[in-house]
């Protein structure tokens, strides 16, 4: 291999090394703020940049093969594990919130703060349509007292900060009775 193709691929590899580290610190941010739990495409957006940065090693790795020395293999080795790292600590990241967004009686009575992550949660495991107001209160315990969204045939629930980058109003979950049965729910923002 020519001096100069083996500098252009060393460059290159640097430089997705460095894309990579600031894809990751978005990652963490990302995770972080929205507080995003597992699915297909938050763990198919992690893996992905650190299987690339795989192929892009070996093919330094092979490329190199005329000059490989037991530095090289080192160093590769000493990339790769430092590199796991990061998509690591998302996978952790993704498990904490995960588990912090699922619903129980307890979370949603002792953290009214955090009622916007698991209300996602509550609402996909529990069908509210049908049940009775004192099934909802044996549930979610006593609403909130507040004029927001209140009229005669509803309750309402304060949920916390609304959910996004930029925090400026609250959400609510407004559930609808008619004679003291469910007839519709939503989640609202003030």
């Given at each position: 291999?020519?001096?100069?193709?083996?500098?252009?691929?060393?460059?290159?590899?640097?430089?997705?090394?460095?894309?990579?580290?600031?894809?990751?610190?978005?990652?963490?941010?990302?995770?972080?703020?929205?507080?995003s739990t597992y699915n297909v495409v938050s763990l198919?957006?992690?893996?992905?940049?650190?299987?690339?940065?795989?192929?892009?090693?070996?093919?330094?790795?092979?490329?190199?093969?005329s000059t490989r020395e037991k530095k090289v293999s080192?160093?590769?080795?000493?990339?790769?594990?430092?590199?796991?790292?990061?998509?690591?600590?998302?996978?952790?990241?993704?498990?904490?919130?995960?588990?912090?967004?699922?619903?129980?009686?307890?979370?949603?009575?002792?953290?009214?703060?955090?009622?916007?992550?698991?209300?996602?949660?509550?609402?996909?495991?529990?069908?509210?349509?049908?049940?009775?107001?004192?099934?909802?209160?044996?549930?979610?315990?006593?609403?909130?007292?507040?004029?927001?969204?209140?009229?005669?045939?509803?309750?309402?629930?304060?949920l916390g900060d609304e959910r996004g980058l930029i925090?400026?109003?609250?959400?609510?979950?407004?559930?609808?009775?008619?004679?003291?049965?469910?007839?519709?729910?939503?989640?609202?923002?003030?």
């Open positions: 291999m020519k001096k100069g193709d083996e500098v252009i691929a060393r460059t290159l590899f640097s430089i997705y090394i460095i894309f990579y580290m600031f894809l990751y610190l978005g990652y963490i941010l990302y995770i972080h703020l929205l507080r198919s957006a992690i893996l992905l940049p650190f299987f690339l940065l795989l192929v892009f090693q070996w093919m330094f790795w092979t490329i190199n093969k080192t160093k590769c080795i000493i990339l790769s594990v430092f590199c796991l790292l990061l998509p690591l600590s998302c996978g952790i990241m993704l498990g904490i919130n995960e588990q912090r967004a699922t619903f129980t009686t307890e979370k949603w009575l002792d953290k009214h703060e955090e009622r916007v992550y698991i209300v996602d949660d509550l609402l996909s495991k529990h069908h509210f349509i049908g049940k009775t107001k004192e099934e909802i209160y044996e549930l979610l315990g006593e609403p909130t007292e507040t004029e927001y969204f209140k009229t005669e045939n509803n309750i309402v629930y304060y925090k400026i109003d609250s959400e609510w979950l407004v559930i609808y009775f008619h004679h003291n049965i469910v007839t519709k729910y939503s989640v609202k923002t003030d």
